[in-house]
């Protein structure tokens, strides 16, 4: 798997202009598209994602490690089917909704300053998670453990 290690990637689209895939880390994608991209084959380290849609992105097996999403459309993504070993997510004004975090370990994860509307929790464990200022609304929390420390 070829590696790709702190680039600057800006204004791309997916679609017209498709990433190879490979090991991204420590990168910075900047107001890229990779609306319904299909990211199977991708893993993603310590990367930073600004103003980028990843709406409906297929992320079946994509190891998500130390990611920063800011300003991005991450809309019906199903975070559930990325890899799970080391998943880690900081998300700060994001608009996630439809987003599915079904049976996950979001223990201090951070959503921040966020929409969050008909997003899918059950059976999550979001102890410790951070959602600070974060507008959620017709969420599914069916079996998720909302226990905060202590």
Known sequence: MKVYEEELYQHRDHASDPFPPGQYE??????CHFGRAD?????FSECKFVHCDLSLAN????????LRFEHCKLVGIDFSVAGQLLFEIAV???????AVFRGMKLGQQGFDRCHMR??????????????????ISGAIYERTDLRGPG
């Open 59 to 66: 992320l079946q097996e994509v190891p998500l490690q130390q």
């Open 92 to 98: 700060d004004y994001c608009n996630l909704e439809l």
């Open 26 to 31: 420590y990168c910075t994608f900047d107001h």
């Open 118 to 135: 008909e997003v899918d929790f059950s059976g999550a464990d979001l102890q410790q998670a951070s959602f600070d200022s974060t507008e």
């Open 39 to 43: 990211l199977r084959g991708f893993h």
